[in-house]
T-cell receptor, first 109, second 114 residues
Framework: GQNIDQPTEMTATEGAIVQINCTYQ??????LFWYQQHAGEAPTFLSY??LDGLEEKGRFSSFLSRSKGYSYLLLKELQMKDSASYLC??????????WGAGTKLIIKP | ETGVTQTPRHLVMGMTNKKSLKCEQH?????MYWYKQSAKKPLELMFV???????ENNSVPSRFSPECPNSSHLFLHLHTLQPEDSALYLC?????????????FGPGTRLTVT
């Protein structure tokens, strides 16, 4: 079957750096997405990786290793507003999105 | 006006009621999606419409009935629901289905079935 694994919850300190990991086993691969979802709000797109390597976008970076079935989202200079759930999703061979259950990130002052 | 809107935001219904959820996108997209989001579970794709044609129905019970009159509007008609159907129902849109375009989500309808 198809599977996406990510930690259920993480805690970090304001101003610090946190890395949220995602591992996947899917039928084919056409890219990996990261979304952010604040409590009670819509998920919003953060990043898309289809080639190996690191993509940087301001304080957020996303890394992909297709051979290892692994990605991470790196958040730098954490702010209180970064408290949210982070969803990892993989586009399989049929271009269907397979979603992880999300990682709830708690930022403490 | 936000890109994807959903109404109502909250809905409480009994098991014998009939209600409809509405979604509208103002992004000029051609694909629209219904998802179910339950606590601590992955998003479950329910239905996909691409250029107004339904392209995906992920074994969803017939008590959920989608309707897509045009590329900007999507409905989910509900009847004789069960308590386990209580969840957040999210609508999303993208440029096109079956490709690597990101999806834009609405704020969701929090549904409670009593």
């Amino acid at each position: 079957g198809q599977n996406i694994d990510q930690p259920t919850e993480m805690t970090a300190t304001e101003g610090a750096i946190v890395q949220i990991n995602c591992t996947y086993q899917t039928s084919g691969f056409n890219g990996l997405f990261w979304y952010q979802q604040h409590a009670g709000e819509a998920p919003t797109f953060l990043s898309y990786n289809v080639l190996d390597g690191l993509e940087e976008k301001g304080r957020f970076s996303s890394f992909l290793s297709r051979s290892k079935g692994y990605s991470y989202l790196l958040l730098k200079e954490l702010q209180m507003k970064d408290s949210a759930s982070y969803l990892c999703a993989v586009l399989d061979s049929n271009y269907q999105l397979i979603w992880g259950a999300g990682t709830k990130l708690i930022i403490k002052p | 006006e936000t890109g994807v809107t959903q109404t109502p935001r909250h809905l409480v219904m009994g098991m014998t009621n009939k209600k409809s959820l509405k979604c509208e996108q103002h992004l000029g997209h051609n694909a629209m999606y219904w998802y179910k989001q339950s606590a601590k579970k992955p998003l479950e794709l329910m239905f996909v419409y691409n250029f107004k044609e339904q392209t995906e129905n992920n074994s969803v019970p017939s008590r959920f009935s989608p309707e897509c009159p045009n590329s900007s509007h999507l409905f989910l008609h509900l009847h004789t629901l069960q308590p386990e159907d209580s969840a957040l129902y999210l609508c999303a849109s993208s440029q096109e289905a079956g490709a690597s375009y990101e999806q834009y989500f609405g704020p969701g309808t929090r549904l409670t079935v009593t």
